[in-house]
C-alpha cells in the first residue's frame, strides 16, 4: 500500500498570513494514464470531510481561490495564501492512483495562533 | 442538488453485527463508484470499501471476509453490512459519492 506522509501535523497560523502543508508518498503517483491523483481534504470541526483539490491542482467548485495545490511525483504541497478563520480544521491528502486501498495522510490541523 | 445521508450506527457488543445504510438523492448510486470511509475517535481517515458502477467491489485488508458493500438501485442506497464486529472498528462512517459528495456519517461504536 502507498504510504502518505504529511507534515507538519499542527500548524499555528496568524490570520492573513500563508500556511503550507507538504504531504509525500512512498512511490510515484503518476498514473499509467499519465495523471496523478493526488487529492485534499478539509474536514472542519464536527463537519465530515470536503474535497478541495483534485488531481494536484485542481479546485473543487466553490473552493475559495486562495487554496492552491502543486507538486508531482511523490512531493505534494497544499497552500492557503492568506488564511482566514473558517480554514480552521484537519486537512488530508489522498492518493487514488495505487487503488485499492486509497490512502490518507495522517491530517494536518490548522489553527489560529 | 447530492445529497447522502446514513443511518443504522450504534452500539453493538464485540462479534455482532450492523448494517449500514446511505440514501442518496441528487444523483444515481449505479452510475458512480461509492466508498465507505471511517475514522476512529480523533484519528484520522480510513478507506474502508468501494463499489463500482460494474458491480466489483473491494476491501481494505482488515475488513475483508466481515464487511460487505452493496447497493439497492430501486432504493438509490448504499450498503455495509458489518460481522464479526471488533472493537477496533468502532468509527464514524462515511459515504461517499467518487470523494467529492459526502455524507454526514454514522457512528459505530462496538463495545461490551
Known amino acids: 500500500d502507498v504510504v502518505m506522509t504529511q507534515s507538519p501535523l499542527s500548524l499555528p497560523v496568524t490570520l492573513g498570513q500563508p500556511a503550507s502543508i507538504s504531504c509525500k508518498s512512498s512511490q510515484s503517483l503518476v498514473h499509467s494514464d499519465g495523471n496523478t491523483y493526488l487529492n485534499w481534504f478539509q474536514q472542519r470541526p464536527g463537519q465530515s470531510p470536503r474535497r478541495l483539490i483534485y488531481k494536484v491542482s485542481n479546485r473543487d467548485s466553490g473552493v475559495p481561490d486562495r487554496f492552491s495545490g502543486s507538486g508531482s511525483g511523490t512531493d505534494f504541497t497544499l497552500k492557503i495564501s492568506r488564511v482566514e478563520a473558517e480554514d480552521v480544521g484537519l486537512y488530508y491528502c489522498m492518493q487514488n492512483t495505487h487503488w485499492p486501498p486509497k490512502t490518507f495522510g495522517q491530517g494536518t490541523k490548522v489553527e489560529i495562533k | 442538488e447530492v445529497q447522502l445521508v446514513e443511518s443504522g450506527g450504534g452500539l453493538v457488543q464485540p462479534g455482532g453485527s450492523l448494517r449500514l445504510s446511505c440514501a442518496a438523492s441528487?444523483?444515481?448510486?449505479?452510475?458512480?463508484?461509492m466508498s465507505w470511509v471511517r475514522q476512529a475517535p480523533g484519528k484520522g481517515l480510513e478507506w474502508v470499501s468501494v463499489?463500482?458502477?460494474?458491480?466489483?467491489?473491494y476491501y481494505t485488508d482488515s475488513v475483508k471476509g466481515r464487511f460487505s458493500i452493496s447497493r439497492d438501485n430501486s432504493k438509490n442506497t448504499l450498503y455495509l453490512q458489518m460481522n464479526s464486529l471488533r472493537v477496533e472498528d468502532t468509527a464514524m462512517y462515511y459515504c461517499a459519492r467518487e470523494d467529492t459528495n459526502w455524507g454526514q456519517g454514522t457512528l459505530v461504536t462496538v463495545s461490551s
Open positions: 441528487g444523483f444515481t448510486v449505479s452510475s458512480n463508484y
Open positions: 463499489i463500482y458502477s460494474g458491480g466489483s467491489t
